[in-house]
């Protein structure tokens, strides 16, 4: 038992090591501390200033991967690094060409790593557990189905329903979209999503719609889908052995039905009494979000000096 320790003890070692060059020789410059999970799939590696938002993290990728890995049907989850980087140009020097300049996390699917813009994360309206969770959602989930590919409006909707992000501001523009009948095809969002822009915005709300109305009546059916996904390395037979039909034929019936779920919505939102307070509702929310994300970064921003003066001190 003692000898099986010390081998675990010498390959966790090793794993950070490797993992410090790697950081080395990407570029990134900053000096990285390193924080096992409970667990032990993740470690998460980060500049010591964001010691507190480490450990934070690190509860965040516990209590959420319990969870997500229940809904998917995964055993044993398979070691994932996460990297925070301290700012702009580490961040890109991890991620490479993964992920858009906008992006505040990134999931590298390939080597199973997680990267955190922490700055960009501290200014964002969304909470880090949405942020975090996300990016979780599809590396499990490229763990689950070993790999195999799947459309794009999948992988993303999913994903969204697993962090829960989905606001009052999202269904808005949604059910406008449903109105006007501007709303993207789901076989149009097999491949990359648009970079920017609100064409961007509503290929993430409609793939979320989508996978909300796929498993509406039956959670468990991810779980199959999933399963099958593994077994025959092919998302479209897994998919009509699921469900009875393919992905077309549900993209087909998904757009059929909408205009009849989301326009009278619409039409009872465009009421004036109904309108004024949501207007109401959504000021008082949106500056409660402000209030929070401003104090968040002034509360880090104190913490950092005080590491700074801390380690000024003792050098």
Same mark, same amino acid.
């Given at each position: 038992?003692?000898?099986?320790?010390?081998?675990?003890?010498?390959?966790?070692?090793?794993? !950070?090591?490797?993992? @410090?060059?790697?950081?080395?020789?990407?570029?990134?410059?900053?000096?990285?501390?390193?924080?096992?999970?409970?667990?032990?799939?993740?470690? @998460?590696?980060?500049?010591?200033?964001?010691?507190?938002?480490?450990?934070?993290?690190?509860?965040?990728?516990?209590?959420?991967?319990?969870?997500?890995?229940?809904?998917?049907?995964?055993?044993?989850?398979?070691?994932?690094?996460?990297?925070?980087?301290?700012?702009? /140009?580490?961040?890109?020097?991890?991620?490479?060409?993964?992920?858009?300049?906008?992006?505040?996390?990134?999931?590298?699917?390939?080597?199973?790593?997680?990267?955190?813009?922490? /700055?960009?994360?501290?200014?964002?309206?969304?909470?880090?557990?949405?942020?975090?969770?996300? /990016?979780?959602?599809?590396?499990?989930?490229? !763990?689950? @189905?070993?790999?195999?590919?799947?459309?794009?409006?999948?992988?993303?909707?999913?994903?969204?329903?697993?962090?829960?992000?989905?606001?009052?501001?999202?269904?808005?523009?949604?059910?406008?979209?449903?109105?006007?009948?501007?709303?993207?095809?789901?076989?149009?969002?097999?491949?990359?999503?648009?970079?920017?822009?609100?064409?961007?915005?509503?290929?993430?709300?409609?793939?979320?719609?989508? @996978?909300?109305?796929?498993?509406?009546?039956?959670?468990?059916?991810?779980?199959?889908?999933?399963?099958?996904?593994?077994?025959?390395?092919?998302?479209?037979?897994?998919?009509?052995?699921?469900?009875?039909?393919?992905?077309?034929?549900?993209?087909?019936?998904?757009?059929?039905?909408?205009?009849?779920?989301?326009?009278?919505?619409?039409?009872?939102?465009?009421?004036?009494?109904?309108?004024?307070?949501?207007?109401?509702?959504?000021?008082?929310?949106?500056?409660?979000?402000?209030?929070?994300?401003?104090?968040?970064?002034?509360?880090?921003?104190?913490?950092?000096?005080?590491?700074?003066?801390?380690?000024?001190?003792?050098?």
């Amino acid at each position: 038992m003692r000898g099986r320790l010390e081998y675990i003890i010498i390959f966790s070692f090793c794993l !950070q090591v490797f993992a @410090v060059f790697n950081l080395s020789a990407s570029g990134v410059n900053t000096t990285f501390d390193s924080l096992a999970s409970r667990n032990e799939p993740f470690i @998460v590696f980060y500049p010591r200033k964001y010691d507190r938002m480490a450990k934070r993290i690190r509860m965040i990728l516990d209590n959420s991967s319990e969870r997500i890995s229940s809904e998917l049907g995964i055993g044993k989850i398979d070691t994932i690094r996460v990297y925070i980087a301290g700012n702009k /140009e580490d961040y890109r020097a991890l991620h490479g060409e993964t992920a858009p300049e906008w992006s505040e996390a990134c999931s590298d699917l390939r080597n199973m790593r997680l990267c955190i813009d922490m /700055e960009a994360v501290l200014r964002e309206q969304r909470p880090v557990r949405t942020v975090i969770t996300h /990016e979780l959602s599809h590396l499990l989930f490229a !763990q689950r @189905v070993r790999g195999t590919r799947c459309p794009t409006w999948f992988l993303e909707g999913l994903a969204m329903r697993q962090s829960g992000e989905w606001g009052f501001s999202d269904h808005w523009h949604f059910m406008v979209s449903v109105w006007k009948k501007n709303l993207p095809d789901l076989e149009d969002l097999r491949g990359r999503f648009p970079k920017y822009g609100e064409d961007a915005a509503m290929a993430y709300r409609i793939s979320y719609i989508a @996978v909300k109305e796929l498993f509406s009546e039956r959670p468990e059916d991810l779980m199959t889908l999933t399963a099958f996904t593994r077994d025959l390395g092919d998302f479209k037979r897994a998919f009509i052995l699921t469900f009875g039909k393919s992905p077309l034929d549900f993209a087909a019936e998904f757009h059929a039905t909408l205009g009849d779920k989301y326009r009278k919505g619409y039409i009872l939102a465009v009421s004036a009494p109904f309108w004024a307070g949501m207007v109401i509702l959504f000021l008082i929310a949106y500056s409660i979000k402000r209030y929070r994300a401003r104090a968040k970064i002034r509360r880090w921003e104190v913490e950092e000096m005080a590491v700074r003066r801390q380690t000024d001190m003792e050098a």
